[in-house]
Structure formats: C-alpha cells, structure tokens
C-alpha cells in the first residue's frame, strides 16, 4: 500500500520545498547528518541576526548567565524546557551537546577516573564507531578493557541480545554503552530490557540514543537508563549541530562537559550551558523543529516513515534474494537491506557502489560492508517517495548486471 495513502497526508516528493535539498538527488540518506528544514534554517538565522545587534547582551544576559540581575531562565533553559518536554523529562535533567559523540565523550571522561586496571566496559558490536573510540582511548588511558558483544545478525533476536549482555556482566563490569536503535542496521535495540538487566547487576547503562528523537516517543526516565544522549539535528529537524544529554540526577554529581568552562564544580547545567563563546543557534533553534515536525503531525510521520522503510527493505530484499535483518517491530525509518553478492563485500566495494550512485545516478544511500557482503541502509522520510526506492534498485540492477 502506498505509505501516503495510509496516511492521508501529502507526504512524498511534493514536500521537497520544505528542505533546501537538490531536487535533482534522489536523497535516501536522512539518517547520516539530517537535513534542516527551510522554516527552522530561518529561526536560526533571524536568532543570528538577533544575536549581531547586541552579541555581549546576548550571550551573557540571554544565553549564559553572567550579568547580575537577571530575572527567570535563560533562553538556552527556555529551549532545553522545550526538548526535555520532547523527550518525557525534566527540563533540569537535560543539557544540550554539540551531539551524541559529544556526550557520551562528557560520561566516559567524567567516569575514567574510577575505571582501575581489569575493569570492563561493555559494547556491542553494531555500535557507531566514534564511540567505539571514545571507549577504547578511556580504557587505553586507565587500564580496563572493552568487551564487544555480538548481536545477533543478520538473523536478529532482541531476547537473544538481552541474553547475551546479561551473560556477558561481570563483577569488573564498570559501563554498558548500548544504541536504542543501531546506526548502520537501523534496529531498534530493547533497551528497557537491557536497563532492566543492568539494574539488576549494578552495572551503570548510557544508551546512545543518536537516531531516536523524533523517530521514536520517547520517554527517557522510564527507560531506567543512566544516561542518555540523542541527536536533535537527524530525525527532530534541528540545525546541526544540536544534540541532547539527559542524566539521571543520582548520575549529574561529577559529570562535566567534555570541555572545561567557567561553570566547573557549579552544578550540572551550570557547567554544561556555558562552553565558552560559541554559536547557540542550533540549540535556540531546536524548538522550531519540534513544532516543525508537530505540524507535520507526529504519528502520521511515523506510520508514513515506517511503512515506506519497512516495504522498501522487504521488497528490495525479495527482488535481490538478499538479507533483511529484523521484523517490522524491529525497525523505525530505516531499514538495512544485503545487496546482490556481484557488487562486492569490502569496504573499498562499498565507496565504490556509493560513490557511482550518487555521481552516476544522483542517488545519496548509505552503503557498508559487513557480514561477508554489501548493505544499504534506506532513509525514509516525508520527502521521500516509493518512485525513490524504484530509482535506487534499478541502479542497483543495473551496476550489478554491468
């Protein structure tokens, strides 16, 4: 069933003037860096305009809080308010990053200095691989050692995952870092269930959420995380670069950014809200896109996203008699799907297949490889249309047959 109709809503190709994407790109690659909406693109740049007029006002009476006499939040609390809202919590228990990677830098480095020789941090291994990083430098820095999990793939079990991170805590098991839904799988991770295990072993949990605002609804406290962190400028129409950490208040003593400022040692947000002189427009902004994709109507994004990610991965997958990891449950608005086994299985294959689609075809779709062949990973979104996925799999015919 075509996702438009299901929805009622004009959702397709049309909505291409809401973004200032290139018309003439077949984009099925939303989830990579986002894209900006035309209408929060001109918050933000009125907000810079505001902030020309008068920059010391600006930033140290409206955004930080440095001039004495100041009446009610800042407006970067005022924006904060907005998303914690977004995302079922309290305004005071979220700050705002530059994005995810940053703060899950801001948890590991606050935390290293507890880590001591044999100690474990606790990965999977569909995790991004910036954090991959992050916590083996920390480990590297203090003597601990990082433990990769394997997910069950292509086959995905989400009980069977849970069962292995469970089995996988030790008495060293310091940190569990696990994605709420996998970047270049595009799964949705069980994470209250993993955070159930956790509590249960004492084993602190950060759930790298960098694709869940505003493809999921989420309420973060519930999940019984200790920390997480998100992206706002993927699925939540932010400008880049806007990201979120949320921290439970027994974990906000001792966390600081992973940039050092004037709030050190004054209090979570004190410490956090003031990174030195930088530009806040992309967290002024975050707002709009919230409305942005409130107006849009929140559900009707979801099922028109979902539907046309789900019928683009089972359909590809039947037209190439590829893998398709996960059931419909198991996916939001992206779906991974293997490629024909012509096209190659290394890494240099896969810069090659994207690489000629976009130059050769004017398609933008991430590609990988893993698992003994290639994947796509299909973005889906409001912009996007079923005449896309057509687009792309009859490149892929065609560059698989040449």
């Known amino acids: 069933m075509d996702p438009a109709a299901a929805v009622g809503r004009p959702f397709g190709r049309r909505l291409l003037s809401e973004w200032p994407l290139d018309p003439a790109v077949t984009y099925l690659n939303h989830g990579t860096v986002g894209v900006t909406p035309t209408r929060v693109l001109a918050r933000q740049q009125a907000l810079r305009a505001e902030i020309e007029r008068q920059p010391a006002r600006f930033m140290l009476r409206d955004v930080g809080d440095f001039i004495a ?240 990610a789900w019928r683009a991965g089972s359909e590809l997958a039947a037209r190439w008699t590829t893998p398709l990891p996960g059931a419909r449950e198991d996916i939001g608005f992206m779906a991974t799907v293997g490629l024909p086994g012509q096209l190659g299985a290394t890494a240099a294959d896969a810069a090659r297949v994207r690489n000629h689609l976009l130059f050769e075809d004017a398609i933008e779709v991430q590609i990988h490889a893993g698992h003994g062949r290639l994947w796509a990973r299909v973005s889906a979104q409001v912009y996007t249309e079923w005449a896309d996925i057509e687009r792309l799999a009859d490149a892929i015919d065609r560059l698989a047959g040449a």
């Open 69 to 308: 006499g100041r009446t009610g939040p800042t407006r970067l609390r005022l924006a904060a308010a907005d998303v914690a809202a977004f995302i079922g919590a309290q305004a005071d228990d979220v700050v705002f990053v530059d994005n995810a990677t940053t703060g899950v830098n801001a948890v590991l480095r606050s935390m290293a200095p507890t880590l001591a020789p044999g100690d474990e941090l606790l990965l999977t291994d569909h995790g991004y691989g910036s954090i991959d990083r992050i916590a083996a430098l920390v480990a590297r820095e203090h003597g601990a050692v990082v433990r990769t999990i394997a997910v069950p793939y292509p086959a995905f079990d989400a009980a069977e995952l849970v069962a292995r991170l469970a089995a996988a805590c030790t008495p060293r098991t310091r940190l569990m870092i696990v994605d709420h839904i996998t970047s270049e799988s595009g799964l949705i991770l069980p994470v209250r269930d993993i955070a159930a295990v956790c509590r249960s072993r004492g084993v602190p949990l950060l759930v790298d959420g960098a694709h869940a605002p505003g493809v999921l609804h989420l309420d973060v406290p519930s999940i019984g995380a200790d920390w997480y962190v998100g992206n706002l400028h993927k699925w939540a129409h932010a400008p880049r670069s806007a990201g979120l950490l949320w921290a439970d208040p027994s974990r906000q003593e001792g966390l600081h950014p992973a940039v050092i400022s004037w709030g050190l040692d004054a209090g979570f947000l004190a410490e956090f809200d003031w990174l030195g002189t930088r530009d806040p427009t992309p967290w002024l902004a975050a707002p709009e896109g919230i409305a942005f994709l409130h107006d849009l109507g929140v559900d009707a994004v979801w099922r028109y996203n979902h539907e046309l």
